[in-house]
């Protein structure tokens, strides 16, 4: 596994165009973007799968999005949102248990056609640009970070069980009810980005649903 | 398939540094993992903890230990609440192995200010137990058991009107949950690293409980 303080990272310009590669402390200190990306996986029951950051990360302990992850050099964000998903629930980054639809209505039919409980399909949401988050560094402090964030919706229905999350990544994980989620907000349990993931895309995520 | 040895235990101790919560934290306090060889193999110690009002983890599995008491160092913690607890004498009968990541306490799906150091002891002869009112039961249970599929389950919980679902391991009528599951699954990880018993890939043996 690459050390994750000379990884290699994309960074971007202000519009979201690749501009070169850096590793991820360089970049980060360059004051150009880095590039994210983030998925909200939803089951049948309309649960949201959360996991819990590991304590020795950035806002170490809050529950944050079902994955997230950076943009390394050399790939598009579809890539880096494939792989992370294998990497952080299956502790494989090129599982074939994670399949990447190009819309909602692919992800539909490939749901159709796949093993949902022992499968993942994901889509591309919305691209934010410029986003900006709020981090609590252990042992205090705060720091802030710009990224460009890809976000992407998906279903699975695979119990909390059966993933295999990555050791030292994930601190746990749990499928949450949308009211459950929205208690963790309001009691200051959610990582920021989570948070605004939930009010942004929880309404379209839920719509994935089967009535 | 090969039993796991005393070999295996201290080849996946020593596979990588555990993570420390090096920032200040309010409290400390420690547990100890404790394996000792039983007819089915290698077996670990858990603690069903009394049903109290006021304990957060009440009528819970899990490890044996408690807060640290000031300038008291960690292993010492660990082994002195298990004489507490339980009547093992780890300072007489045990032989400390090594540790395991530190992890935070949560409560209501928030971080507590608490940091808990898991300590991982052999217990070298057979001992008698003697339990504390803060104790309801004592729980052998094989490491191969604990790695079978059959045991890999989910545990609903109550949370602010919803269920939310965590995953959880299961043995006659005992659920392993929380900080307890997270802190025994990263010493199943490691010694499935080092190359033991890879979970769901063990024979189920003969789960006998005693007391």
Redesign the interface.
Known sequence: MPDAVHELLNVYDREGAVVGAMPRAEAKASGRAVGAVNVLLVNARG?VLLQRR???KEN????DKSVGGHVAAGEDFDRAAVRETGEELFDDPRSARVVLARDEADLRARLAAADPGASLVIRPASLQLGLRDVRRV???GLVTVVYHVAVYLGRTDV?????RPQ??EV???????S??VD??LL???LAPNMAFLWLTHGGRLLELVPP | MSRLGWEDVGRALALREPVSLEYAVAARAAVAVILREGAPGLEVLFIRRAEQEGDPWSGQMGFPGGRAEPGEGLPDTAARETLEETGIDLGRDGERLGRLDEVRAMARMRPMDLAITPFVFRLARPVETVLSDEVRSVHWIPLDVLASPEAQSTLEYPYQGTTLRFPCLRHEGNEIWGLTYRMFTNLQQLLEEGGGVAPGDARVTDGELRR
Do not use: I, S, T
Request: net charge negative; charged share 10%; aromatic share 10%.
């Open positions: 649960e590991a304590e020795d170490g302990g809050l529950w252990p042992g205090g119990g909390v069980e059966g993933f050791a030292g601190a746990g994980l749990a499928w949450v009810p009211p459950g208690a963790m009691g200051g349990a």
